[in-house]
């Protein structure tokens, strides 16, 4: 599937399967941590496929990467640039 880029760059395209694991996992985090920063996104997924003895092929961090832009360009979280380190939520 082709994913979007908040600012209208040219985005990859992205196996759908892996899309949707990771979309549910990345919005589980945002929901159940709330605001929360790049690296508190990864580690929380990272902790979610060890524990439920999720395999995923690829680099984790490129794949949530991408799928957090898409997820912002529809408008699914938002950045809050007013903090540092940046952190994402839920809209």
Avoid at 55 to 74: P, Q, Y
Wanted: with cysteine; glycine share 4%.
């Amino acid at each position: 599937m082709q994913l979007r880029h908040p600012s209208g760059k040219k985005a990859f395209s992205m196996e759908k399967g892996k899309y949707e694991v990771m979309k549910k996992t990345l919005l589980n985090c945002l929901s159940a941590k709330g605001p929360s920063t790049h690296t508190e996104i990864l580690q929380a997924i990272s902790k979610d496929f060890k524990q439920s003895n999720f395999v995923f092929d690829g680099s984790l961090e490129w794949h949530m990467e991408w799928v957090k832009l898409d997820l912002e360009a529809v408008k699914e979280i938002k950045r809050m640039d007013q903090e540092s380190p940046v952190k994402f939520s839920l809209v």
